[in-house]
Nanobody, 124 residues
């Protein structure tokens, strides 16, 4: 249902844009989100975006560096990551809440579909 791409290796201070391509007829009604899991860490919330694309939530520590967006015509969500730091190294996962819930909730339990993850490595 979800396929994440765009990961890679980058030096600190660099940028990457991740993409998440969805299949399904109701994509435009889904809340989309990004999570990440660093080495030896639990999976954590990064950002989510309302089905309209007009509203977003971010983890406090990432505000100002990461931007989530979506293109409903292309059934794709994006995560633009700027000023990357070594601590951003992680596998990044996209997720979908097919009920369109958008209240802030960093829990991964509410999401119905998950992509396979894409690895981002930031070197110092």
């Amino acid at each position: 249902q979800l396929q994440a791409s765009g990961g890679g290796s980058v030096q600190a201070g660099g940028s990457l844009r991740l993409s998440c391509l969805a299949s399904g007829h109701s994509y435009s009604s889904w809340t989309m989100a990004w999570f990440r899991q660093g080495p030896g860490k639990e999976r954590e919330f990064v950002s989510s975006i309302h089905r309209s694309g007009a509203y977003a939530h971010y983890a406090d520590s990432l505000k100002g560096r990461f931007t989530i967006s979506r293109d409903n015509a292309k059934k794709t969500a994006y995560l633009q990551m700027n000023s990357l730091k070594p601590e951003d190294t992680a596998v990044y996962y996209c997720a979908a809440d097919i009920n369109g819930n958008f209240a802030y909730d960093s829990s991964r339990n509410r999401y119905d579909y998950w992509g396979q993850g894409t690895l981002v490595t930031v070197s110092s």
